[in-house]
């Protein structure tokens, strides 16, 4: 796990972590079946919009390593909420899955030929953003600390 930390670094994690959202970001619009993208379709919006919990996670957690704060409360809630979204990550890998496998049932009809290769890069990326949600859960955990909200000695009572 040493090994592992070393090499994704949280700078690494952080900024590949940005690049991979930004990158499934334009990829949510791209229909992999018909090779177009789809703008109007309200439903495209929801993973950008859920997103941005992600994205401000992870400044929080750049900004606490960087000012050598603790955790709070508000980074606690914010890190549950992503919790709550990993599930629908975790739905879109297995959309991914589907599409991928699916390509045996439309291989009559007439495919893009760029069908496996962009879904492909799809399921990575969808797994990549998966395993770099944890490791940024692992990096805060070692850099920031535990949530040790029991402790009453950090607290200044006259904030």
Do not use: A
Not at 29 to 52: A, E, S
Not at 117 to 137: A, E, G, N, R, V
């Amino acid at each position: 796990m040493n090994h592992l930390l070393r090499i994704f670094s949280w700078k690494r994690s952080m900024l590949l972590s940005i690049c991979v959202l930004c990158i499934l970001i334009v990829l949510n619009f791209y229909g992999v079946y018909t090779n177009k993208f789809y703008f109007l379709r309200p439903d495209n919006y929801i993973f950008p919009i859920l997103t941005i919990v992600h994205f401000v996670y992870i400044y929080v957690i750049q900004f606490k390593i960087r000012e050598m704060e603790r955790p709070d409360i508000q980074m606690r809630n914010l890190e549950y909420s992503l919790y709550i979204i990993l599930f629908v990550y975790l739905f879109k890998l297995y959309e991914s899955v589907n599409k991928l496998l699916s390509y045996t049932d439309f291989k009559d009809h007439l495919l893009p030929d760029s069908f496996k290769p962009m879904s492909m890069l799809i399921l990575y990326l969808y797994i990549l953003l998966l395993f770099l949600t944890f490791l940024t859960f692992k990096h805060r955990k070692d850099l920031v600390g535990n949530y040790v909200f029991d402790d009453k000695d950090g607290i200044d009572s006259w904030e």
